[in-house]
């Protein structure tokens, strides 16, 4: 294909043609149509009386002439220079394709799609181009549209800007948190919250919608425009909002409709001015989600409770149009009274129970359960429960109502004497430790405590821990009762027989026993005894026949020196088993020499003073006495 080019000059008659090759098929058309329209005029140039057909035949034309002729063909064409906007007639087009003819020596060729916004465009309309290249390597002129509305339509945004203008656009598509708007030709923004005055939950439905806009910001820097809707409508908004916020009152009952539910409460839609019914103003009752009560586009009855003026806030309420639930609740009910309910918030003190729409009692924890153990509530009701609980208060004035659940099970302490008599045996549950011993439940609310010292007959507990665990059953028996402050005293040994009182029998001063060293430390050794129990023995008795020093393990004789029942003690020895004269004859021995023989002295001394006292004592009395029998 080729592009079909031409120099002709009307007053020589001088007409030249030539083509460069081209292969779309629209541009070879383009020509042919010009070159058609040139050919037409034709009838209308009349021949110059001067022109020297011979010297033309001859090719003899100078070069004076051929400057003028050159003058005169540059004439005919436009100057254009890129970069330049111009305007251009369509002179062909189809659906890639149009054809613009600018005066120049050749027409541009521009895609369809950049008329996409103008879907009338027809042949002989007149366009706005840029001239991207005056020729390029195929020695066509490039085109574009697009470009020419983008210079003006940049110029154009900017004064509709500056003059508040009102202008139309084309909603091409959606994008996050908006829309993207045809604005001149350029792309515009237009935000979901700039669409309408009400929240649009839905903005496919204005896709490929034209609509009016006003311009709101404009970014030179990165060319962004932004333009809003929602502003044309905001002034006749301002004023319908003034005349509704001079008429209120509160009191005031209103019907709107519901524009917006978020977690706190829902927006409601008086009629150019909007209200908050907060999430507490919905119903008497607990509410945790305004879904519950209410539905997007329902139209529904609120009362103004508040109003300011110049934030334009409105309070609304929706329950205020309802009787408050504790004015009808029943007249009948007393202290004492069980009633049922529905648990509808937990805390850690308590749980509040619903026993009417919009009217709730607490059980507090301390009222779920006989046990005096500190618990959370949590332990014993979840929400939505259903219980039923005793009326403990009822203030029908504050609105205040305490429920109590332990109340409808009889109290464990009420018979304890006759479930859990003295020196009765019982299976408990450790609940916890203390340094000086276990607390045992035996039931719930009936608790007890098993001393250190009441855990074992014969073993030396330092901690509780070392006897037991949290959560373990033991055997106890029931030592003493205290109903007044709910306390049991509990043993855990006496369920065995004392075995000291058999001890006392065997391990008599004196006697030898085989014994396996336990334990030992820097003072003496722990002793297990075969037929049982612990004895201990200091260093100087664990010294063996050969001099050397018992160790750990090892199981030897042991003579018995002192056992005492009353403090649990059997102190041993084992060099005394092999060594039995030379110990008898030190024992024999009078003990501190000298000095234990003259304090022996003394004693006497004092004690013969204190007896010849005495004795005068009495001699003075009896002269006493026979005085006082004279004087009678």
């Known amino acids: 294909m080729h592009t079909l080019y031409y120099n002709f000059h009307p007053s020589t008659l001088n007409f030249q043609l030539f083509f460069v090759p081209l292969h779309p098929l629209s541009h070879f058309r383009g020509s042919i149509n010009l070159f058609i329209h ?28 051929k400057e003028a002729q050159q003058a005169s063909y540059d004439a005919t064409l436009n100057k254009v220079s890129e970069g330049q906007v111009v305007d251009g007639t369509v002179i062909s087009m189809d659906k890639k394709e149009v054809i613009v003819n600018i005066g120049y020596k050749s027409d541009g060729i521009i895609a369809a799609s950049e008329f996409r916004y103008n879907p009338d465009l027809k042949i002989g309309d007149t366009v706005e181009v840029y001239v991207e290249n005056q020729e390029d390597k195929k020695g066509q002129l490039i085109l574009s549209h697009k470009k020419a509305r983008m210079v003006k339509s940049w110029d154009r945004v900017n004064e509709a800007l500056d003059n508040e203008e009102i202008i139309q656009g084309y909603i091409k598509c959606r994008t996050k948190g908006g829309m993207i708007v045809d604005v001149f030709g350029i792309e515009a923004f237009l935000p979901g919250s700039q669409i309408d005055v009400h929240p649009i939950r839905d903005y496919d439905v204005f896709v490929g919608k034209t609509m009016e ?46 524009k917006n539910i978020t977690s706190y409460g829902v927006f409601i839609d008086l009629g150019g001015v909007d209200g908050l019914v907060h999430i507490t103003d ?99 009701l979840s929400v939505g429960d259903e219980v039923e609980a005793e009326i403990l208060t009822l203030d029908r004035e504050e609105r205040k109502m305490s429920l109590g659940i332990r109340q409808l099970k009889e109290d464990p302490w009420a018979n304890i004497e006759t479930k859990y008599p003295v020196g009765s045996k019982h299976t408990a549950k450790v609940r916890n430790f203390t340094n000086f011993g276990i607390f045992v439940e035996l039931e719930e609310g009936v608790d007890g405590l098993i001393h250190i010292s009441d855990l074992s007959w014969t073993k030396k507990v330092k901690h509780p821990s070392e006897f037991t665990k949290v959560g373990e059953p033991i055997e106890v028996v029931v030592l003493e009762i205290d109903k007044d402050n709910r306390r049991l005293s509990l043993g855990h040994k006496h369920l065995e027989d004392n075995p000291w009182d058999t001890y006392e029998t065997i391990y008599t001063p004196g ?15 722990v002793i297990t005894l075969n037929e049982g129990g612990e004895g201990f023995a200091t260093p100087k008795h664990l010294v063996k026949e050969d001099g050397t020093q018992a160790q750990k393990g090892e199981e030897l004789d042991f003579k018995v020196i002192e056992f005492v029942k009353e403090t649990k003690r059997i102190i041993l020895s084992h060099s005394r088993t092999f060594e039995p004269e030379k110990e008898l004859e030190t024992e024999k021995k009078p003990r501190g020499g000298k000095r234990a023989a003259a304090k022996k002295d003394d004693a006497a001394q004092i004690n013969n003073v204190a007896a010849a006292q005495s004795l005068g004592d009495f001699d003075a009395l009896a002269a006493l006495k026979a005085q006082m029998e004279k004087g009678e």
């Open 213 to 258: 806009f006003k311009i709101v910001k404009i970014n030179q820097e990165f060319r962004n425009v932004v333009v809003s809707h929602k502003a044309l409508i905001e002034a006749e908004l301002e004023a319908q909002k003034k005349e509704i916020m001079s008429k209120l009152e509160k009191g005031q009952v209103y019907e709107g409709t519901v």
């Open 38 to 65: 040139i050919m037409s005029n034709f009838k209308n140039v009349q021949p110059l009386d001067s022109f020297d057909w011979e010297e033309f035949e001859n090719g003899g034309i100078s070069n004076a002439s």
């Open 282 to 380: 919905l119903s008497w009752g607990r509410v945790s989600d305004p879904h519950e009560v209410v539905e997007l586009d329902q139209k529904i009855k609120v009362v103004i409770l508040d109003f300011d003026d110049e934030k334009k806030r409105i309070a609304l309420g929706l329950k205020q149009l309802t009787p408050h639930p504790w004015d009808a609740l029943d007249p009948n009910l007393k202290v004492g009274d069980r009633i049922k309910g529905k648990v509808v918030v937990i805390a850690d003190y308590g749980a509040f129970v619903e026993v009417a729409p919009g009217v709730e009692g607490l059980i507090h924890v301390s009222e779920m359960s006989w046990s005096q153990h500190l618990r959370s509530a949590q332990d014993f």
């Open 511 to 525: 006697s030898v026993h085989k014994g396996v060293v336990s334990d030992v430390m820097e003072k003496g050794a």
